[in-house]
């Protein structure tokens, strides 16, 4: 054997393993394998199967059958502390920090040092502070976790990972919710992971970063294994082996279409230390992007039109009549429906079943003598399943274990039964394949052609300019200004330092565009 091929040996493998939930098999007889010093991208839609593979791995589920290898040698992975000593950490998807202890304590949970029975502080704050070093994170070890940004909190659980000294590390959509200048941030950390021999398998729904970071990638569908293509495969290569078709219109909006009448009036809005004079206008029939940076007041704003939060002053109006502040059922009634940032978090009760879920809205507004009509809500609720072609089980299967796009084609649904006709997205692909994307993108497309109104904010520049009819940009808390359908995204950035006050900012957009701002407003803003 050559050095080279001593150098990227298989130190990971998994061998025709299979795992069936009941009656519906989500992984069937995949192979694979992980290499010494290389990023193994795993790739596929929502529900394909990778989060079931990798927790295999991590020792979460047992395979029904086949096998798993460690340096060629056939292991039982039963529990997550024989994955760990097995040198394997994984980051999943899903956050396993504990938000009421500090960041030292989280990074080095369940390896506490100790000394004469009690909890050695100082070692262990010099442990976690090294982790933290590893990936340029400056926060105070002492802060609780909770109080932390999600985008912080993802570092933190990387940073817990690497201080394990991992030889295997997985890595389940890392980069979901990091700026342009924490991933490269991130990126730069694995390169130098990959020089010192670790091996890794890299989830992601970013396409544009495999060619970055992988070495090859390996593509499931429908739970079973489809190619291994290197990373410099194209994107509508990939699209086609993930999803079985090729997806000719990433952004199915079109034309603008013709509006009608006002049905969401937002007039002089105010709350203080969160925005500031807002005012703008959507028609029925149109999709009106909100963007800016993080903390320009988004979804500050959506929030207080949904009656999520309170505002100071202002007034807002569906279809005429004046919406009454914090008040969520008075917005509900009025046929106003919210979509969060975090699904997970404000959008979903995820103990609770696909039916459950797809009903909250409705429950009182259904109801018979004041009780719950369980039996129509469940008929309903499987005609917007059914319609939303949300991958399930059965209607009563628990929301937690859908798949992310699936899950949000769920919050989708919650509002279509609803009838809702003014739509408030905050960041709705967010976490969602590119297959589950354009579906929900031709959700929204029908929203609006049955003349409802979508006001969508979201930090992905290209989805903004490919579903918005015309775009809003946030500055400071404040509107900066609206552009139109066919304009640039550096157009956009422009309006979205505005209203800051470093000219630093601006020159910097004008030199280095978008990304660059973003980086530069995030270092200012620390």
């Known amino acids: 054997m050559s050095d080279n091929n001593l150098e990227h040996e298989a130190v990971l493998q998994l ?16 192979s694979l394998s992980v290499r010494r010093g290389q990023v193994q991208a795993l790739l596929g839609e929502n529900g394909a ?12 589920h047992a395979p029904d059958s086949g096998k798993i290898l460690i340096d060629g040698t056939e292991v039982t992975i039963a529990s997550t502390n024989d994955s760990e000593a097995h040198g394997i950490a994984t980051i999943h998807q899903e956050l396993n920090l504990v938000p009421t202890l500090s960041v030292a304590e989280n990074i080095m949970l369940g390896r506490t040092p100790k000394r004469f029975g009690l909890v050695n502080y100082k070692h262990l704050n010099a442990q976690a502070q090294a982790a933290l070093n590893l990936i340029g994170l400056d926060v105070p070890l002492k802060q609780k976790v909770g109080e932390l940004g999600i985008a912080k909190q993802q570092l933190i659980e990387i940073a817990k990972a690497l201080s ?7 890595l389940d959509e890392p980069t979901a919710a990091l700026t342009g200048k924490e991933v490269d ?28 970071i992988a070495d ?7 739970g079973e294994f489809v190619a291994e293509v290197p990373a410099s495969t194209d994107e509508d290569t990939l699209v086609q082996h993930m999803v079985g078709r090729a997806i000719e219109d990433q952004y199915p909006r079109g034309v603008v279409p013709e509006t009608g009448a006002p049905l969401l009036e937002v007039n002089s809005l105010s709350s203080s230390g969160s925005f500031n004079d807002v005012s703008f206008t959507v028609h029925a029939g149109e999709v009106v992007g909100l963007a800016g940076l993080v903390g320009a007041g988004r979804t500050e704003v959506v929030r207080a039109i949904a009656g999520a939060d309170k505002y100071d002053s202002g007034q807002v109006l569906v279809s005429g009549k004046k919406l009454k502040a914090g008040d969520i059922q008075g917005a509900i009634r009025a046929g106003v429906g919210h979509i ?18 797809l ?8 109801a018979k003598a004041g009780l719950a009509d369980r039996s129509g809500q469940k008929h309903r609720a499987q005609e917007v399943a059914e319609k939303l072609r949300i991958r399930m089980a059965n209607i009563d299967q628990p929301i937690r274990n859908l798949s992310g796009g699936n899950q949000q084609k769920a919050v989708f649904g919650r509002w279509v039964l609803a009838q809702s006709n003014v739509l408030l997205l905050d960041e709705p692909t967010r976490g969602v394949d590119v297959g589950a994307k354009v579906e929900i993108y031709n959700i929204i497309n029908e929203i609006t052609a049955n003349g ?21 940009v946030m500055s400071g808390g404040q509107l900066a200004g609206e552009l139109p359908k066919n304009t640039t995204q550096d157009e956009i950035m422009a309006l979205a330092v505005s209203n800051l006050s470093s000219a630093a900012s601006a020159e910097t957009v004008a030199a280095g565009g978008h990304e660059a701002a973003f980086a530069t407003i995030e270092e200012e803003s620390k």
Request: aromatic content about 4%; charged content about 20%.
């Open 15 to 30: 061998a025709n393993v299979s795992k069936s939930f009941g009656p519906v098999n989500v992984i069937k007889d995949v």
């Open 49 to 60: 199967g990778k989060s079931t593979l990798i927790k295999m791995i991590a020792g979460v």
């Open 164 to 170: 394990m000294n991992a030889r295997i590390l997985i």
């Open 185 to 212: 941030a991130l990126f730069a950390i694995l390169d130098e992971l990959k020089a010192k021999g670790v091996a890794m398998v890299f989830i992601s729904h970013h396409l544009d970063e495999l060619a970055r």
């Open 216 to 222: 090859t990638i390996s593509i499931l569908r429908d």
């Open 340 to 357: 969060p940032e975090d699904r997970k978090g404000q959008a979903l009760v995820l103990d609770g079943t696909v039916n459950e879920n």
């Open 359 to 366: 009903g909250y809205a409705t429950l009182a507004a259904t």
């Open 452 to 472: 409802g109104a979508v006001l969508m904010v979201s930090s992905d520049l290209p989805e903004v300019l490919g579903m918005s009819d015309r775009i809003l």
